[in-house]
């Protein structure tokens, strides 16, 4: 339970940042008043102060939505995007092929040439491994799969719209993580 006094802490807090999430806030009251409470508590604090918690985490009073200090920027689709190709095998992860413009069959057979025998070569995994893409369609195109039926000594195949089962979509997702923590500029 928390005192009044620290009920006012927490609102000051919140008038101060109002974009402090009740979980920054709760890290916040154990660092400075040495009291432990969950990020419930915070949130009904806030309530009941009549400051909504919103998913963005800007806290505000009724009829301040519109308010300067009180809104977000934001960029459709994220700021804009970049596609990457890459390979990883159980010996590591392979050079990653940056594509500039729009992929296309004939793009994703010369990243292919390209790239798949040198990182084949740093994974040293020569001709004994199972080569294996999603059911995008430029990847089960017909030049595709002859490429791939010429130059890998097996494919995996996937029955179409199958759930995304390819392991490196783990570390795509990873890698994205890593790369929203740190700022970037565009060309």
Known sequence: MLTV????????????NRRLSPRNLVAELEQHLHKKVCA??????????????GPHYVSRKSGE???????????????GSVM???CMAASGVG????IEGIMKKRNYVQILKVNFKANA???????NFIFHHDNDPKHSSYMVREWCLCNFPRVLKTP????????????????DREIRKVPFRTK
């Not at 419930?40 to 009549?50: G, Q, S």
């Not at 179409?160 to 890698?175: C, G, H, T, Y």
């Open 160 to 175: 179409p719209q199958s759930p995304d089962l390819i392991v490196i979509e783990n570390l795509w997702a990873k890698l």
């Open 5 to 16: 006094r620290e009920e006012r802490w927490i609102i000051r807090r919140m008038f101060n």
């Open 95 to 98: 050079k990653l092929h940056f």
């Open 84 to 86: 990457v190709w890459g």
């Open 121 to 127: 070569t740093k994974l040293n995994i020569q001709n």
């Open 40 to 53: 419930e508590t915070v949130r009904r604090v806030l309530r009941k102060h009549n400051l909504h918690d």
């Open 65 to 79: 939505e519109l308010l300067e200090r009180n809104l977000r920027s934001s960029a459709k689709g994220d700021g």
